[in-house]
């Protein structure tokens, strides 16, 4: 079974649309989880992570991302979308166990914002 | 999908000996491979990137005589923690693409805890 999944792997709207994109993991233990975007030629760069607290998460460039427990989610939103958001955002998830930890990038959501 | 293997999965050494790490592409030709670590509660920091029959590129800030790193494959990268201490406990986790390809695929994840 896949630990990470985003639905969305291809998403493109115009310029000041909302975006949602999906995060969903399979474990019932403790996780940590992050948002990762690859803007063209460029490489990864973390717009936010959780770890504990506050499960509404503000990251940068007016991203934020809700982790809901019970959905075992974590997606990631902007009200307004620019055309600089066009990338590729990655969700990750660090599972966590007593003897272990294991690392899982989901496969990526292609977002092209149109002018 | 395309799929990344990395182990071992956790490691527990002794401070002063050299752990190695594995990471293969299992379906494609991985022509760069990138490695990094993850401090607790932080994002992925980049160590190195190295590319298939060349030597690696480090990041500022990492040794490279501490943390080799080997590509002598399209399908295999190493990277060696040599004469390990207590502060290069962390979670290493490697990346993969391929020829002309931007999306990376990632490992699982090595957790190494020195004493």
């Known amino acids: 079974a896949q630990s990470v999944s985003q639905h969305n792997h291809h998403v493109i709207l115009s310029e000041a649309a909302s975006l949602e994109l999906g995060c969903n993991y399979s474990?019932?233990?403790?996780?940590?989880l992050f948002w990762y975007v690859q803007y063209p030629g460029q490489h990864l760069q973390l717009l936010l992570k959780?770890?504990?607290?506050?499960?509404l998460v503000k990251g940068i460039k007016g991203f934020e991302a809700e982790f809901i427990k019970s959905k075992f989610s974590f997606n990631l939103r902007k009200p307004s979308v620019q055309w600089s958001d066009t990338a590729e955002y990655f969700c990750?998830?660090?599972?966590?166990?007593?003897?272990?930890?294991?690392?899982?990038f989901g496969s990526g959501t292609k977002l092209n914002v149109k002018p | 999908g395309a799929v990344v293997s990395q182990h071992p999965s956790r490691v527990i050494c002794k401070s002063g000996t050299s752990v190695k790490i594995e990471c293969r592409s299992l379906?494609?030709?991985?022509?760069?491979m990138f490695w990094y670590r993850q401090f607790p509660k932080q994002s992925l920091m980049l160590m190195a990137t190295?590319?298939?029959?060349?030597?690696?590129?480090?990041e500022q800030g990492v040794e490279k005589d501490k943390f080799l790193i080997n590509h002598a494959s399209l399908t295999l990268s190493t990277l060696t923690v040599t004469s390990a201490h207590p502060e290069d406990s962390s979670f290493y986790i490697c990346?993969?693409?391929?020829?002309?390809?931007?999306?990376?695929?990632f490992g699982s994840g090595t957790q190494l805890s020195v004493l």
């Open positions: 190295s590319n298939e029959g060349s030597k690696a590129t480090y």
């Open positions: 474990y019932g233990g403790t996780v940590n």
């Open positions: 379906d494609f030709q991985a022509t760069t």
């Open positions: 990346s993969a693409k391929g020829q002309g390809q931007e999306k990376l695929f």
């Open positions: 959780y770890f504990s607290g506050d499960p």
């Open positions: 990750a998830v660090i599972l966590r166990g007593d003897n272990f930890n294991k690392f899982y």
